[in-house]
């Protein structure tokens, strides 16, 4: 069984840049769901992913948008990137959009 | 709007204790919580789940409470080992709409010394 992989590991962008950030879920999985997690602090939702459809957003404005493809692999993109933005992002996959979801490494993305 | 609190910033506790970690919510009802570890830099793992018409769970040297009167969970871990060391995270969520919505709490590191 595959877990969650999510690429790249660290990023550093400067700020008004756009940034993707891509995610595998776990083998079998078909919901994927998006947290940003700040130094210090816990995950917040970004938004859900159930096969193909969004499936529910967190408070983030619309420039944090997604995908996700018939693989169920997802996709984060963050348009006009802002200092604030620096933050662990991570990907959770889950089955059915059961409780228990299984966290990837994340990506360390860095706004200067 | 919801709010969780995790007893504290920092627990620090000695190798064999029993390590009790506290989770207070408010302004929400939560049909489940989980408890996940974080150790730096990698995601949260998740450990147990226990759901609103559940009082305790147990899973070997781990057990969790969940008293939806005082809104509050407890997590204990028994015989603390230094390999327990990490940042522990509880979790709030909700049957219907997204179930990925799940609300963190900023998490508790505990550190268990030899």
């Known amino acids: 069984e595959t877990g969650v992989t999510q690429s790249p590991t660290h990023l550093i962008k400067t700020r008004g840049q756009q940034v993707t950030l891509r995610c595998s879920s776990q083998?079998?999985?078909?919901?994927v769901s998006w947290y940003q997690q700040a130094l210090g602090q816990g995950p917040q939702f970004i938004f859900q992913y159930y096969r193909e459809e969004e499936n529910g957003r967190g408070n983030f404005p619309p420039r944090f948008s997604g995908l996700q493809f018939p693989n169920y692999s997802s996709e984060l993109n963050v348009n006009a990137l802002e200092l604030d933005d620096s933050a662990l992002y991570l990907c959770?996959?889950?089955?059915?959009?059961?409780?228990?979801?299984?966290f990837g490494p994340g990506t360390r993305l860095l706004v200067l | 709007s919801q709010k969780i609190e995790q007893n504290s910033e920092a627990l620090n506790i000695q190798e064999g204790k029993t390590a009790t970690l506290t989770c207070n919510y408010t302004n929400y009802s939560p049909a489940y919580l989980q408890w996940y570890r974080q150790d730096p830099g990698r995601g949260p793992v998740f450990l147990l789940l226990?759901?609103?018409?559940?009082k305790e769970k147990r899973k070997e040297r781990l057990k969790v409470t969940f008293d939806t009167t005082l809104k509050q969970s407890l997590f204990h871990i028994t015989a603390s080992q230094p390999a327990d060391s990490a940042t522990y995270l509880c979790a709030l969520g909700n049957y219907g709409g997204s179930q990925g919505n799940l609300i963190f709490g900023k998490g508790t590191k505990l550190s268990v010394k030899p």
């Open positions: 083998s079998g999985h078909n919901t």
């Open positions: 226990i759901r609103e018409n559940e």
């Open positions: 959770a996959s889950s089955l059915d959009s059961q409780e228990t979801q299984y």
